[in-house]
């Protein structure tokens, strides 16, 4: 964990949680729901500790019906788009193809690990969506090895300096 973050899971975060996936009837969406929802809201704990003004937040995930269908943990600033992904083994990192389908991709992922208690979450770092291997895939996901992703001492400093109008931040789709 020499790099990580170790972020604490409070009874405030699992509430908020519990609200954006309460909705949902089916167990596995509702629990996806649930984990994407609790990644977000612990990515912006993170950040507004760190002294990143998140203002009003909006996001697409909050949205039942968009994450009845869509694997997605979003958070928009007004510079950057990022998206929560929350793994249980940090060797089984995954992006889905939908994001790049549907041209909805962020601009980087950031990537936690959920521990067993569902006390605290590791940040093991983030990825910037045009950096992923789009060779390494299933019919659902590609897959991001743990050593591609930059250090998450590095994501307060990228999340302050990301300018939206730089070349190339335009999310064209790559499928």
Known sequence: MANNVL?????????????MS???VDKSVKNRAYINALGAELVVKY??????DIGELHNIHSISKILEKIDLSDILLPNIHIDARVVFEEDKIFIPKSHFELNIQPDIYVVAKLNGDFESVELLGYIQADKIDFKNLN???YFV?????????????YVKNFDSNREGSDRKSVV
């Open 22 to 24: 309460r909705s949902f």
């Open 139 to 141: 019919d659902e996901y």
């Open 47 to 52: 950040l507004k500790e760190n002294g990143i």
């Open 145 to 157: 090895e743990k050593d591609k992703l930059e250090s998450v001492n590095t994501l307060v400093n």
């Open 7 to 19: 972020i604490s899971i409070e009874q405030t975060n699992k509430t908020e949680a519990e609200f």
